[in-house]
């Protein structure tokens, strides 16, 4: 098994939630989510480092949650940059190891589960890149680019998925694939989507409908509930 770095990933611009704390510092059942997101990662034995990422303001804060919990693994904390891959690549520049697999993950996913996180990171390591994912239920349509409101045709849905994180790749392929995407001016929705732009094909393992991201004041009500159901995988 090869050693792994983790980029968490909190953005750039630390969005809030109908208040003045950023997400990743509200509370899920006491315990700040960006706490619980470290947490998810800390424990396991394949971890070597974690690397934070957070919005300038919100270091001091991010730093004094390490201490206090006693993340020994948490190497760095990062200021973030204008948007999500510019801050990964911020963390990516931050770890350590330059060889291995590193895992990318956001910050406000704290219901992650040690199988999904093993699956990724062995996945990446035999293929060079790997996503977590669920396969859609619903049927998707894409709108008409004439007439607003309107769909012009359905997809297929047994061919999509629902990409998660964490994301893993073999470090230096993550690296280069960010360092063209920078020179190229290309922004992309994720991190696989910059290692598909090199020719890389990636695989995809099953994730979990627990591993959710909070954006919302429901999905935050969503991971209370979620949080004392058991086997999160």
């Not at 704390?21 to 989510?33: A, M, N, S, Y």
């Not at 510019?86 to 697999?101: H, I, M, Q």
């Not at 007439?147 to 994301?167: D, H, I, K, M, N």
Request: charged content about 25%; some cysteine.
């Amino acid at each position: 098994m090869p050693d792994v770095s983790v980029v968490i990933a909190a953005g750039g611009k630390g969005r809030r939630m109908g208040g003045g704390t950023p997400k990743q510092f509200l509370l899920l059942g006491g315990v700040p989510i960006l706490a619980r997101t470290i947490a998810a990662f800390h424990p396991l034995r394949e971890i070597r480092e974690i690397v934070l990422v957070v919005p300038a303001g919100c270091i001091p804060r991010a730093r004094a949650l390490v201490r206090r919990a006693g993340f020994t693994k948490v190497a760095d904390v990062v200021e973030g940059g204008k948007n999500r891959q510019a801050s990964v690549f911020n963390g990516l520049e931050r770890c350590s190891s330059r060889t291995g697999v590193v895992l990318v993950h956001d910050a406000v996913r704290p219901l992650v589960g040690r199988r999904t996180i093993m699956s990724v990171i062995r996945a990446a390591g035999r293929y060079g890149a790997a996503v977590a994912g669920l396969p859609v239920k619903e049927t998707i349509k894409t709108e008409s680019g004439g007439r607003r409101g309107f769909y012009s045709r359905t997809l297929r849905r047994e061919e999509l998925w629902a990409v998660q994180t964490p994301q893993g790749f073999l470090f230096p392929l993550l690296r280069e694939a960010h360092r063209r995407a920078r020179s190229s001016g290309f922004l992309g929705t994720d991190d696989a989507t910059l290692v598909e732009r090199m020719g890389t094909p990636v695989r995809i393992v099953r994730g979990t409908e627990m591993n959710i991201k909070i954006t919302t004041p429901y999905d935050r009500k969503l991971a209370e509930f979620l949080l004392g159901m058991p086997g999160r995988g």
